[in-house]
């Protein structure tokens, strides 16, 4: 099952959580410029996202599609089951979520 989080005000944003199958697999501070790697279980490099000037980016996918590196308040890559999820900030959304999958 995935949630989404949207956060419309971002500027708040103060961390991402990285969810891989719904287990938190990092949580990363906005204000660490640095590439994270997500492996598969048998360590095959699936996603890396990317955090620079307090935004995170998908910019890389093995997935067909490569749906999550055009994602920009949100991003999900559901053939790998990663969901990105900004926490923190005055506004901190993450009670409410939006879609449930």
Do not use: W
Not at 60 to 74: E, H, I, T
Request: hydrophobic share 40%.
């Amino acid at each position: 099952m995935f949630y989404f989080a949207f956060d419309l005000n971002p500027g708040n944003a103060e961390t991402i959580v990285i969810k891989v199958n719904g287990k938190i697999y990092a949580e990363v501070s906005l204000s660490q410029e640095k590439d994270i790697e997500i492996y598969h279980d048998d360590g095959t490099l699936m996603n890396i996202v990317r955090i620079k000037e307090k935004k995170a980016y998908m910019i890389y996918a093995n997935c067909p599609d490569k749906r999550c590196m055009r994602q920009n308040y949100f991003i999900a890559c559901l053939p790998n089951r990663v969901t990105i999820e900004i926490t923190g900030g005055k506004n901190d959304k993450n009670d409410k979520f939006d879609v449930v999958i």
